[in-house]
C-alpha cells in the first residue's frame, strides 16, 4: 500500500490550499484515512479524519477552516483548507487504517507535503 500527497506549497494568510491523497495498493478494506501534520519543534498531531462510515472529526483549531472528504471511486482523501493561519504551517501525512490483503490491520503514512503560510 502506497499513499501519495500532494497540493501542499506556499500561500499567504487567509488563502486557500487543497491537499490529496492518492492511496494505491491492494487491501481488503479501509476503516479509516485522516491527516496529520508536523510544525517544526511540536509533535505530530490529528488533524482530520474520516471513517469508511463517512464520519469525520477534526482538531478544535480546524473546525470549521478544514473539510475532510473523499472519492471512494479514486481511492482520495482530500483536505481542503481554508482561511489559513501562520501555524497551520507544518508537513501534513496522510494516514490510512486498513485491512489488509492478509487481513491483517495495519497503518500506513504518507511521504508527507509541506503547507508554508506566510506573508
Known amino acids: 500500500v502506497q499513499l501519495a500527497e500532494s497540493g501542499g506549497g506556499l500561500v499567504q494568510p487567509g488563502e486557500s490550499v487543497r491537499l490529496s491523497c492518492a492511496r494505491s495498493?491492494?487491501?481488503?478494506?479501509?476503516?479509516?484515512m485522516g491527516w496529520y501534520r508536523q510544525a517544526p519543534g511540536k509533535q505530530r498531531e490529528l488533524v482530520a479524519a474520516?471513517?469508511?462510515?463517512?464520519?469525520?472529526e477534526y482538531t478544535d483549531s480546524v473546525k470549521g477552516r478544514f473539510t475532510i472528504s473523499r472519492d471512494s471511486a479514486k481511492n482520495t482523501v482530500y483536505l481542503q483548507m481554508n482561511s489559513l493561519k501562520p501555524e497551520d504551517t507544518a508537513v501534513y501525512y496522510c494516514?490510512?487504517?486498513?485491512?489488509?490483503?492478509?487481513?491483517?490491520?495495519?497503518?500506513?503514512w504518507g511521504q508527507g507535503t509541506r503547507v508554508t503560510v506566510s506573508t
Open positions: 474520516i471513517t469508511s462510515g463517512g464520519n469525520t
Open positions: 494516514n490510512a487504517d486498513v485491512r489488509d490483503s492478509d487481513y491483517e490491520r495495519r497503518t500506513y
Open positions: 495498493g491492494s487491501i481488503f478494506s479501509v476503516y479509516g
